[in-house]
């Protein structure tokens, strides 16, 4: 393992958002009628070596909330990242990859560290990681410089996955890095006929890009990507994007970087003027994207440069089991009608299993007339809002599996489903409790139980798509 003796303690992990207007409720007496069943990934049938498998969100387990730069590195994380490392002791601590589309191997990004002048200003604390991966050699160059197999201009998370072997996995075994630095979702937002159709296939194409890379021992580091302000319809749905990453990577408990977030604050957010790519630093005609003094970080790939070197500190400071953030809670409930799992801040993200819960109460919701064979498991969760509240919730499955995103009144009934849908649901409700249920569907007697990735995010403002 590569000797790592410097860590930037002072980054913040997520904090959770005060003035959600939200707030988690026990349902009270709610006879179901049915046996409780505790919701626990971790009785998974999968082999006890395959960390594919989700972590148990009621054991040791960080929640990735809005708020901060970076996820939390706290012992879920880091014993996440040691595992990976025990798993695959071959690849390389000093070698990161790349995955990405334009924002990714623009000239202007990380490729700068090994080309261009680098000035590290206030954050000179990060030179000793700069150092570990500009004296590692990947073929003649370095990891910041090497132009992957699996970063290409105007591409997707499926075009990642696509070839055989896929791309990700090709680069992988070209230059066996621990580390992949990843984001995607730009482009991805035209999977679809509408951005609202493209949300699921992208959350399926990015928890494969993530499940081949941890099957291989490879640490996804996964980022946000940015505001599309050459797009206003394009724009409002860039929050549900950055949710559907966020859960992708808060399921595998592995680094994120919240870029979004970082360029919110930036003059123009940090974009260039085509509204999509990043603005750079220019002093004398010249760009200068690695200088990451106070003038350089008000534009947008100066900004990135230091948010990946910052997340590829963090992760270094994992190999040697450094605690960089504080522990929290278990998180209380166990998905079912009488204990369900409270969603108490937004944007929310979850991993469940309708396959290891025996709870199934809801057969038919016919308060939304669906005459959908829902007689599968089910998972539950609840929220209680204090004041008008427009939603968009989404639930991500694969494979076989097929589960079903239903909002329901505080009856907690079929009768009483106010809105569901395959996928996704956009709705306005009023204070009051609701639950939210992910359903099984059976086909021809057969449930569809598994894995599926729940997202919860307020609407923007004026989305027409939130009624």
Not at 153 to 165: F, K, N, R
Not at 170 to 182: G, H, Y
Not at 229 to 235: I, K, S, V, Y
Not at 441 to 464: Q, S, T
């Amino acid at each position: 393992m590569t000797a790592h003796p410097r860590y930037a303690l002072f980054y913040l992990g997520f904090t959770a958002c005060a003035d959600s207007g939200l707030s988690a409720i026990r349902p009270q007496d709610t006879d179901t009628g049915e046996p409780d069943a505790t919701h626990d990934s971790s009785q998974s049938e999968q082999d006890e070596t395959d960390l594919s498998s989700a972590p148990d969100p009621r054991g040791d387990f960080a929640f990735y909330r809005a708020g901060g730069r970076h996820s939390p590195m706290n012992a879920a994380t880091v014993a996440r990242v040691q595992e990976l490392l025990d798993m695959a002791p071959a690849l390389r601590d000093d070698v990161f990859m790349k995955a990405g589309d334009s924002i990714t191997v623009h000239a202007d990004a990380v490729s700068c560290f090994a080309t261009d002048p680098v000035d590290l200003d206030r954050h000179g604390v990060l030179q000793a990681t700069l150092d570990t991966f500009l004296f590692s050699d990947v073929d003649g160059t370095t990891p910041f410089d090497r132009d992957s197999l699996a970063a290409l201009g105007a591409q997707t998370a499926a075009w990642a996955i696509s070839d055989q072997p896929p791309r990700v996995i090709q680069e992988v075994e070209a230059i066996q890095p621990r580390w992949a630095l990843t984001q995607f979702g730009t482009n991805d937002m035209r999977s679809g006929a509408t951005f609202a159709e493209g949300v699921a296939p992208f959350g399926e194409d990015l928890w494969e890009l993530a499940d081949l890379m941890v099957q291989e021992g490879v640490v996804p580091i996964l980022l946000s990507i940015p505001s599309r302000e050459n797009l206003t319809d394009a724009n409002l749905w860039v929050p549900t994007y950055n949710v559907v990453i966020r859960s992708v990577v808060q399921r595998y408990q592995t680094p994120f970087a919240d870029l979004h977030h970082a360029l919110a604050p930036l003059p123009g957010q940090g974009l260039h003027v085509d509204g999509v790519h990043l603005n750079t630093l220019e002093s004398l005609g010249e760009h200068m994207p690695c200088d990451l003094s106070d003038a350089g970080l008000d534009h947008g790939n100066n900004q990135r440069n230091l948010l990946q070197l910052e997340a590829l500190d963090r992760a270094l400071a994992a190999v040697d089991g450094a605690l960089l953030d504080p522990e929290e809670p278990p998180y209380p409930g166990d998905g079912t009608p009488d204990d369900p799992f409270p969603i108490d801040w937004l944007p929310f993200v979850h991993h469940g299993d309708t396959s290891v819960s025996s709870v199934a109460t809801i057969d038919h919701y016919t308060g939304c007339d669906a005459d959908q064979d829902e007689s599968g498991a089910e998972v539950w969760y609840v929220v209680e809002l204090h004041e008008p509240t427009s939603l968009r919730a989404a639930v991500i499955d694969r494979g076989v599996v097929d589960v079903d995103i239903h909002i329901l009144d505080d009856s907690a009934t079929g009768e009483g489903c106010l809105d569901r849908d395959h996928h996704l649901v956009d709705t306005t409700l009023e204070p009051g409790a609701y639950f939210v249920v992910v359903d099984t569907y059976v086909a021809d007697g057969a449930p569809l139980a598994g894995e599926f990735l729940l997202v919860l995010v307020g609407c923007e403002p004026d989305d027409p798509d939130c009624r």
